[in-house]
């Protein structure tokens, strides 16, 4: 089952757009190849199309790969721009992914000083 709680959850965004009809090999071939990772135990990668109206997710659980998407009724999501030239990827807290996708934009989002992260 996907937890975006568990403190092992390493989740990856894609910052570049990809096709939206890629399913299970499609997008596991993007997250080997372009962002240079294998899905391992407790990986999700995060993927979303050009209009940043659609997102999918693929997640390995040890025994296979979950797909899952999302489709926006209107408005679109809030997705990073790269920091850095060339930078295809970047890597998330569970808390922030679950921002994204409840349509927090994360570019002004900042944690207050009482918040501790679990380790």
Same mark, same amino acid.
Not at 35 to 40: D, F, Q, V
Not at 64 to 75: I, N, P, Q, S, Y
Not at 89 to 111: M, P, Y
């Given at each position: 089952?996907?937890?975006?709680?568990?403190?092992?959850?390493?989740?990856?965004?894609?910052?570049?757009?990809?096709?939206?009809?890629?399913?299970?090999?499609?997008?596991?071939?993007?997250?080997?190849?372009?962002?240079?990772?294998?899905? !391992? =135990?407790? /990986?999700?990668?995060?993927?979303?199309?050009?209009?940043?109206? *659609? +997102? @999918? $997710?693929?997640?390995?659980?040890?025994?296979?790969?979950?797909?899952?998407?999302?489709?926006?009724?209107? !408005? =679109?999501? /809030?997705?990073?721009?790269?920091?850095?030239?060339?930078?295809? *990827? +970047? @890597? $998330?807290?569970?808390?922030?992914?679950?921002?994204?996708?409840?349509?927090?934009?994360?570019?002004?989002?900042?944690?207050?000083?009482?918040?501790?992260?679990?380790?």
């Amino acid at each position: 089952m996907l937890n975006l709680a568990s403190a092992a959850l390493k989740v990856f965004l894609a910052l570049e757009p990809c096709d939206m009809r890629k399913s299970f090999n499609g997008l596991y071939e993007l997250a080997g190849r372009h962002h240079e990772s294998n899905p !391992g =135990r407790d /990986s999700l990668f995060v993927f979303t199309n050009k209009n940043r109206n *659609r +997102i @999918k $997710l693929l997640y390995f659980d040890g025994t296979g790969l979950w797909v899952a998407a999302k489709r926006l009724e209107k !408005g =679109r999501f /809030s997705w990073p721009a790269p920091s850095e030239p060339g930078q295809r *990827r +970047i @890597k $998330l807290h569970a808390e922030a992914l679950q921002l994204l996708l409840d349509g927090v934009d994360l570019r002004g989002a900042t944690l207050k000083p009482w918040y501790e992260r679990p380790e």
